[in-house]
């Protein structure tokens, strides 16, 4: 089944016959031989960079307490409270810096019982806190069949760039 062009612009993630051109341990690698590629004028448009073998990696920046989680929702709930000052003061004839000193009090203490009452709901099963993100382990470089030969003469010039099938 063909793609007709309104198809392809509505997904633009897609290629009509999409075979291997390479595949890589890191994304630096991939985008270095599209980025060549295009330099040699082959029309890059038809090629598309995928992730794949997907891991999920977390790591831990530190060891929950109770005064860190409170600490933590009162500074939040101040940023909330100074925002919500801030657009107070455009509209109220009263003195700016009591408006905005009482939001900031206010969204604080707001803050510091969310967390608290957040925290204590987990009763001890996540004492800690992390940033996760999930990566590939692999890429792989996909390009339109009509264009693979070419594709594939064009990285021959490039050293490393196809990986060695027998390795």
Known sequence: MSMSPTNRAASPLKLEFP????????YQAAQKSVDYLS??????????IVG??????????????????????????????LFVGLVF???????????????????ALFGLIWALAGYAATRGQRDFSSVTQVVATRYEVLVEHKSAAQA????AGLPG???????
């Open 39 to 48: 330099d040699h004028k082959f029309p890059v448009e038809q090629c598309m």
């Open 52 to 81: 794949t073998d997907l891991k999920r990696i977390e790591r831990i920046t530190g060891r929950l307490t109770t005064g860190r989680v409170a600490l933590g929702g009162a500074l939040s709930g101040s940023w909330l409270g």
């Open 161 to 167: 760039a196809l990986p060695d099938p027998f390795a």
């Open 152 to 155: 594939r003469e064009l990285l």
């Open 19 to 26: 075979q291997s051109l390479a595949v890589y341990d890191d």
């Open 89 to 107: 003061t455009l509209f109220t004839e009263n003195d700016v810096v009591t408006t905005i000193a009482s939001t900031m009090l206010f969204g």
